[in-house]
């Protein structure tokens, strides 16, 4: 657990800070629209891509990263976070309104900052997938990369109305084509992201290893889990599934996902690819995705009504993942960063499960080692952790 891990916390602040000023070489400098790229015209630097019929909410053109390696022919895919939105108020940014990130398209210089946030998207030491090839989704549909609808929402009146795109799923069907035509053959790809691209790397998994040449599948689910819908979750999943016509991605899988469970794909992805080893990690005081989850839900809650539903939907979840030797959790009990939200970013320091002696990083390790059983883990109560308000 003390080997060398990604970057301290306060210089990628300090870069954070800086970025706003500077673009770095390589980053949305220049697009590549028309696919086969039969040979990348740069390696290790962030090149913007654009294709066709892809959106975002509001219509604008979606664009994505890829960042090719000379070394490997292994792929790591990671799905941007950033809230979700399912209603005018939440898809207009109202004030006091969770909603979702990026409502007005992706900047050219998208990755200035983003490619310094996540260890899986650097070239770090302790990164297993640092010398693979690299795609990073931005999020700007508002539907954990997964809708499939565009809707007039209405506010109330005087607001007027909005025409938004929850485009996420055929996006991501488009960008899986091109992928295809850039790599020939993926001896092993990494799915994951953080919190809403979490949730995007579980409903995506499916279709990305269907649609790409690929031996063999790893994901981490990062902050972003789809909890059996038999628990508190249910009210978010019936709201969503209206809202982003979820039914009409999942209905003609060939895979066992229940009527009215979104929370059965996880067991329906491990059943479907039994020799890929599929991941989730997140806190237990998460107090970001659980006011999603519940807060527009149960109305009035306080902090720790609100942690008891996610407790309830955790149990739910873990008793779900034990009954398949692919999945795997790794559930820390807080961190004092972000709301204990997102483990993967910046670096894996406060993931620490010390009565095991592991953190988040071992957990990765483990993850891409097919020579290693999958393990889970979960933390005891820390009764003098997050005890503020």
């Known amino acids: 657990m003390n080997r060398p891990r990604a970057g301290s916390f306060a210089p990628v602040l300090f870069f954070l800070a800086a970025a706003s000023t500077a673009c770095l070489v390589g980053c949305g400098d220049d697009v590549v629209s028309a696919p086969p790229v039969e040979e990348p015209r740069v ?25 090719w390696s000379e070394t490997s022919n292994d792929l790591a895919v990671m799905f941007e976070g950033g809230g979700a939105c399912w209603d005018y108020d939440s898809c207009t940014g109202k004030t006091g ?117 690929v031996g063999r599948g790893y ?18 999943h019936e709201t969503i599934r209206e809202a982003w016509d979820v039914d009409s991605v999942y209905q003609d899988l060939p895979v066992a996902i229940e009527p009215g469970d979104l ?8 059943d479907a690819f039994p020799d ?24 009035g809650l306080e902090k720790e009504e609100i942690l008891a539903l996610w407790a309830e939907d955790t149990k739910l979840l873990t008793a779900q ?28 320091v406060g993931t620490e499960i010390q009565e095991a002696g592991v953190d988040l990083g071992d957990f990765v390790d483990v993850l891409l080692d097919d020579g290693r059983p999958l393990e889970s883990y979960i933390e005891s109560v820390q009764p003098n952790e997050d005890v503020g308000p």
Not at 332 to 340: A, D, H, L, V
């Open 276 to 299: 890929d080893r599929l991941g989730i990690t997140f806190f237990q005081r998460d107090m970001d995705y659980s006011l999603y989850s519940y807060e527009r839900f149960y109305p």
């Open 263 to 270: 929370g059965s794909i996880n067991t329906a992805l491990a």
């Open 219 to 236: 994901m981490l689910d990062d902050s972003g889990p789809i909890f059996p819908s038999a628990g508190p979750s249910k009210y978010l």
């Open 97 to 213: 309104i969770r909603g979702a990130a990026n409502p007005n398209g992706i900047d050219d210089d998208h990755m200035v900052i983003m490619q310094h946030v996540f260890p899986l998207l650097r070239r770090d030491e302790g990164n297993p997938a640092r010398d693979w090839n690299l795609v990073y989704f931005p999020y700007c549909t508002g539907d954990i990369h997964s809708g499939n609808r565009v809707t007039d929402y209405v506010g109330a009146p005087g607001e007027g109305a909005v025409e938004f795109h929850h485009s996420g799923h055929p996006n991501n069907l488009l960008v899986t084509d091109w992928l295809a035509k850039q790599f020939e053959h993926i001896p092993r790809l990494l799915v994951s992201g953080c919190s809403a691209g979490g949730a995007g790397s579980l409903a995506n998994y499916y279709f990305l290893r269907k649609g790409l040449p």
């Open 43 to 67: 390696y290790g630097e962030w090149l913007k891509v654009e294709v066709p019929g892809t959106v975002c909410g509001n219509g604008s053109q979606y664009k994505f990263f890829v960042n």
């Open 321 to 348: 993942f034990d009954t398949r030797e692919n999945l795997a959790y790794f559930i820390p009990y807080w961190r004092e960063r972000n709301n204990s939200h997102c483990g993967t970013v910046f670096d894996y």
